[in-house]
Every structure is written in C-alpha cells, then in structure tokens.
C-alpha cells in the first residue's frame, strides 16, 4: 500500500510541474502521454488530475476531440504540490539607492506571486549571467544594455521582462583622486571585469588610458591608495564616508548618449524553467518594481529586502 501511495504522489508531483509550461486557455497533455513518460497506467495518471482539481490546484474542462484544456489555476499551491523549492534571483549589490529601491521592488513584487523566493546579492553583470548559464541562480538582474549582449550569446536564456528605461542607471560620474595633478591622458583607470557595463562605460570614457582590474565595490580605495587614479561609477553610488574627502566626482560626459534601452532593469531566466515562466508570465504586472523603486528614491518607501 505504502509503494501504490508513494508512486501516486510521485505522478501527481510530476504532473503538476508539467502543467506549470501550460498556460490557462491552452490544452493540457493527453494522459497517454503522461502515462508514457512516465511508465505507469491510464488510471494512475487520471487519479493524478483528479487530486489537483479535488485540491483546487487547477480547474480544467474537456472539450470533446479537441482534448482538455486547462482554465485557471492556484500558482502557489501548484508550485507546493509540484515539489518546487524557493526561486533564487541575483540582483546587484545595492551599493547605490537606484539598486537599493530596485531590490525592494523586487521582493514586494515577488511577495505579490505567494511563491517562496529568495534573494543573494552579486557584483557584476558577467558574474550573475554566469550564475544562471551554470544553474545556480534561476533569475538575474542586469541591464538593458548586458541583457541584449548575453541573449546573442546564450539562446538558453531569455528576457522575461524590462522596467522603463533609467531604472538600472540613471547617470554615471567620474571619481578621481582630489590631488591628482597628473595629464587625464596619463591616468590609470580602474575597471571591473566582472561587469560588461562598467567596462565598456571606462573604454569608452578612457579611451587610449592603462586599465587596472578592481572590483567594483573596491574602487573608491583603490583611488585612495594610488592604486589606480580614477573611475565611472553610478551617479547614485554609495560611497564609504571615509574616502569622499579624498575624492573629486564629476559628472561623466556623453551620459544622455546612451540608448534608453541600455539604461533599463531586465530580468533574465533560462527558457527550460517552466515553473518561473510562469510566474512572470501569471504574476501581477512587474511595473510594480518600479514603482516601489521610485517610492524608496523619493524618500516614501523604507527599504525592504
């Protein structure tokens, strides 16, 4: 009895992941199918769709030759019945107050979808895609401009939507040692590779000048230091109270050259993760990020994440 029980549960399970990449309106497998997959009967499989209706799992309607097709469903409990774990997201380091609204908005909008989430934190554009090529993270957060670059070069990854535009960046400005007296042609330039932002924004500020390999959130001491002489940073970045006196910031030039686009927030996933699909695809409209992100810039949203 224990065996019939634990095979019961497992089809259900199975089932119910696999109708999280059928949408309500489309028709769901035929139970051949299922029962083919899975090397069990008609019968045990039928039981299987009779437990998530019973459960108010999913609400389907047969439609004669046509199959059956799949009306509404419950995300939440499906995502419990189908055995799925929390949904892990890398958002910057909010090291500047537009990443810090960012990562508020995008805990109230996940908390909006009732499926467990959790969120880490992790420097660089490169280093976060790399996470989610390897499977170790199953949603990023990155730019407009670093998600049309790793979309060309990853057709397993997806955009599963955009934020308007300025809510990844909203301005850049240079930071300098404030007794710098050498030639700007003559300065070092630190960069971060983990980011393909912030390298380009220094090429393209810098051309021609030596580059140094910092880690971003190592920058302002690195200037401090005399390791490096200057950088880019986001016009909103946090910086360390006990470098700012030996700093000079001036606003970056050619800023408002950049496409719109590329300063928009996009959230990136795998496209063979179904189950998340789906909760972007179902959940209330994400403009609610950016919505939130605007409140904690505007001082009218404590910051949550």
Known sequence: MQHVENRATFVTRHLARRLLSVFPGERIP??????GELGVGFGTVEKAIVALRDGKVIKTRARGQ?????LERDLPRQWMVAGLGAAVGLLPIPNSMLFVGLATGVTKWFETTGVPFTLNFK???RSRVSALVDGRADFVVVSGRTAELVCAQYDTLLAAFSLPERSYYAG??????????KQRE?????????????????????????????????L?????????DATAVHS?????????????????????DLSPDDSATVVLCRRDNAPLRAVFAEAQDPVLIHH??????????????
Request: proline residues 6%.
């Open 292 to 305: 939130v992100q605007k409140a904690v810039l505007n001082g009218e949203h404590e910051p949550e994440y």
């Open 30 to 35: 035929r139970t051949s199918d299922i029962a």
């Open 236 to 256: 909103r970045s946090l910086l360390p109270l006990e470098v700012t006196s030996h700093l000079h910031v001036n606003p970056a030039e050619h800023w408002d």
């Open 172 to 181: 850049h400005h240079i930071i300098s040692r404030a007794d710098l007296a």
């Open 66 to 70: 046509m199959g059956t097709f799949l």
């Open 123 to 125: 420097n660089g554009g």
């Open 220 to 228: 302002p001491y690195a200037i401090m230091k005399g390791e490096i």
């Open 186 to 218: 003559d300065w070092v330039i630190g960069i971060d590779p983990t980011s393909y932002d912030h390298v380009s924004f220094c090429e393209a500020l810098f051309p021609g000048s030596v580059k140094r390999e910092v880690r971003y959130v190592n």
